[in-house]
């Protein structure tokens, strides 16, 4: 795949996005999160993923391997439309477009049993999740950068805060000082309308939230035990959360874009190894709304108020400020939310 011309002003390339699970768009397409890959300066590969851990890898370009590597042979780039085509190993062609984010099968399309993994490195992250043709209008987003703020139900002095970890690798528990520490989860969430899906259905809000972190090739649960695999993370400055449902880590803004390496149990081979950058916290959910009629143009603000004294915190609000029609005339709307986002050992 060529560089030509001049270096030229433009978009800043986000992280790469190590083994993201593609999402079926309809008609063999399978949709990334990110457009515009980069082609030119990072590695980009497609694998299918079987559950007992096989893997096939389907094509595999690295513009700054000695030689540059280009698998499989027969990949064509289309200097005009930015395509590249090639022979699958699954039979018929498959093309991709790095242009819009998909992977399109020519005949066929993958295992009922397996799992399209991409890793790349995009310009832009698309954060609505459905292919349905939805309009998606007035994108509003925060950074929450707020201390952890454990149940208050479950709060016992010296108690573990399960899957939270100091930067040594230590587990958080309850009392630990969060200011000193750093323990802030670090996310970002965004808001959005979304048009009426069908008929009968309201336009309304919708939301989802994103971390700083890494996905994992390998599952952190135990199949035999059962039981979450120790995770030992090299090359962190700061505190870290696992993600054993969805196979991740979350690392706060001061390992942002940094190089780190994630091992399972007592492997010797990381799990991860690469930068740590933007990953899919949770999925698409609509924003809690009594009588939902016609609420447009949603602005989501972090709740100001701050104890002073962050080991004694109450629930993280967040504001938000809408129009509706649902009274006749166009009125404005607020109200607080304190989503309880938590991870699990399992789904």
Known sequence: IPIEGPIAMRFAYLPVQSNERLVAAGNGTFRARGLVWDMQTAPTQLKLVYPDGREVELFAHDPLAAPITLSPA???????????????????RLTLDPS????RFGSGTIPANATLMLTYRPTFLRMSVDSGGNGYTSPSALFDDRYITPDVLNWVP?????????????????????????????????FYGRSAASAGQAARPFMNTMRLGVRLSDP???????????????????????????????????DEDRPVQVYLGTSGTPSFAGLVGFVQETGQQEVP???????QSMMALVDPFVYPNVNNLRPPLVWLFWSSTRAGNPDVYFQTIAPHIAVAARR
């Open 100 to 103: 819009q984010g998909t992977v």
């Open 74 to 92: 027969d990949s064509t780039f289309d200097r005009d439309s930015g395509l590249i085509t090639f022979t699958s190993r699954l039979g018929g």
């Open 289 to 295: 709304i009594e009588q939902a009629v016609n609420e």
């Open 220 to 254: 952190m649960v135990d199949p035999t035990t059962n039981q979450v695999y120790p995770v030992r993370v090299v090359g962190n400055t700061g505190p870290y959360e696992i993600d054993p449902a969805q196979n991740r880590v979350y690392f706060t803004a001061l």
């Open 158 to 190: 010296a108690r573990p805060i399960p899957y939270w970890f100091l930067a040594d690798g230590s587990q958080v528990r309850a009392g630990t000082n969060r200011a000193n520490n750093r323990l802030t989860h670090d996310r970002y969430m965004l």
